[in-house]
């Protein structure tokens, strides 16, 4: 129920008004002048408040004004004089939703009151649902106690509230974009756009539209205008993943961004202007890319002003058990399932794994866990082949003679020779591209 303060040192009037709203279901609470107001606000949230502008003890219009800037969030109908036209025009300049001439607007005041309090709700929602955001994409939900995961969340925390440019490192799956999203939710950007993407998930010309815009009939297809990402996300942060595939040409451009915050749309040749930071990811180790000249040395200096290493999973053994019991709970929870505890065996199994995808894979080789299982604790049959394998093929040690002896030295070769590409060593074995992944994690290859 919504609570409206009536705020009038005319009696009857109030009570008459007080009546006549709490028919409407309204909780009416009332005060005489302002300072008992004030006490009253103090004692209880307040959703609307219809005030007299003229109070024994000031000014309604003041009093308005006041209450705006200490609780933003009520809505405030105020009462004018009949005929005093500048007292309306001044509650509206000091932020009350409306005023009505009293006694003559009188049918006015109920639909007034519930478009107030229709705007009060939507925005006791929306706080509630930044809320909700905020507080997934908190630090508290990366989970782990492993030094080096809280080595990580603890500089992220440090840099969230600062500007700086970020640039997380870490293989795929370790939960760059988690961070990321850690990092914007914590600093002061946090009410403004979040955008993310995946820079080699696009063609150069592609990504350069897609981040920076583009004009109509700059280039065939574009018909209409377009804004970039950057525009998309000023005042608040863009995160750019995989930024060691972007096209050298673009990465000028982004420098010039991260330099000036200066880019040009394509199809126009003044530059805009956007207050955007920026935050940046890579599995790729980029002094080797700087090397092979795939990189610009310049950006990456820029980029890498405050790095943060995110660990593999294989890294940080001892975290797998909290989250593996993580993803199983949601997972139970979306399927539907009785609850079920994690087998000592199971959870063995996933230890001794290797996790190339990191946490990615560990969900999704929980998440079908979950849906195969109907026993009343998850059991390693309903692991992947290569993880219920993982556990005794690490210990098995092969004899000098044995066939396998001779398949893992064979492979190995077939490694060099592709120097490490798999799927060209698969081709050339002529397996599956899994077998090859499941061999090497058997025989412990490189
Ligand atoms: N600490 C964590 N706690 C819970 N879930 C996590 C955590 N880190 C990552 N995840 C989950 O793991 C998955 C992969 O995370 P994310 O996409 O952030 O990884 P990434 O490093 O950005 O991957 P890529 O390099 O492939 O883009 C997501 O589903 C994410 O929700």
């Known amino acids: 129920m919504n609570t409206i303060l009536l705020i009038d040192d005319e009696e009857k009037l109030r009570s008459l008004m007080a009546r006549i709203l709490s028919l409407e279901g309204f909780n009416i609470i009332q005060a005489e002048n302002i300072k008992t107001a004030w006490k009253k606000i103090a004692l209880q949230e307040i959703d609307v408040v219809v005030c007299d502008v003229k109070l024994p003890d000031g000014s309604g219009l003041n009093f308005s004004r006041a209450l705006k800037e200490k609780f933003p969030a009520i809505e405030i109908i105020l009462l004018t004089a009949y005929g005093n036209i500048p007292d309306g025009v001044q509650a509206i300049k000091n932020n009350a939703f409306d005023y009505i001439t009293k006694g003559d607007d009188n049918n006015k005041i109920i639909p007034l009151l519930y478009k107030a309090v229709e705007k009060v709700n939507l925005t006791k929602r929306i706080l509630q649902l930044e809320q909700q955001v905020g507080k997934k994409y908190s630090f508290e939900n990366i989970l782990g106690k492993s030094k080096a995961i809280l080595q990580s969340v603890a500089l992220a925390e440090k840099v969230a509230k600062t500007d700086a440019t970020v640039l997380l490192l870490g293989e795929t799956g370790t939960g760059?974009?988690?961070?990321?999203?850690?990092?914007?939710?914590?600093?002061?950007?946090?009410?403004?756009?979040?955008?993310?993407?995946?820079?080699s998930a696009f063609s150069k010309d592609l990504l350069e539209s897609e981040l920076f815009g583009h004009k109509a009939g700059s280039f065939t297809g574009a018909t209409k205008d377009k804004k970039g990402l950057f525009e998309e996300a000023n005042k608040g942060t863009i995160f750019l993943d995989e930024i060691g595939e972007m096209a050298v040409e673009l990465q000028a451009k982004l420098l010039r961004v991260l330099e000036s915050g200066e880019f040009i749309k394509i199809g126009e040749t003044t530059p805009s202007k956007v207050n955007v930071r920026i935050i940046a990811a890579t599995n790729r180790d980029l002094s080797k890319e700087i090397e092979l000249g795939n990189f610009r040395e310049d950006l990456y200096y820029r980029l890498s002003v405050f790095t943060i290493e995110i660990p593999a999973l294989r890294d940080r053994k001892q975290d797998i058990p909290e989250l593996a019991n993580y993803f199983a709970e949601i997972f139970i929870a979306k399927t539907n399932k009785r609850s079920f505890k994690l087998s000592k065996e199971y959870l063995q199994a996933l230890e001794n794994h290797s996790w190339k995808g990191n946490i990615r894979e560990l969900k999704n080789v929980i998440e079908r866990s979950v849906i195969l299982n109907d026993k009343e604790v998850l059991s390693i049959?309903?692991?992947?082949?290569?993880?219920?394998?993982?556990?005794?093929?690490?210990?098995?040690?092969?004899?000098?003679?044995?066939?396998?002896?001779?398949?893992?030295?064979h492979i190995q070769k077939v490694l060099n020779h592709t120097q490490g590409n798999k799927a060209e060593a698969a081709r050339l074995l002529e397996i599956g591209i899994a077998t090859l992944y499941r061999k090497i994690e058997e025989y412990k290859l490189q």
Do not use: G, W
Not at 176 to 199: G, L, M, T
Not at 396 to 409: G, M, P, Q, R, V
């Open 176 to 199: 760059k974009e988690v961070f990321a999203q850690a990092i914007h939710f914590a600093s002061d950007r946090n009410n403004k756009p979040f955008v993310a993407i995946n820079c």
């Open 381 to 409: 049959d309903s692991l992947p082949y290569e993880l219920q394998h993982s556990s005794n093929n690490s210990q098995k040690t092969l004899s000098a003679f044995s066939l396998n002896s001779a398949e893992k030295l």
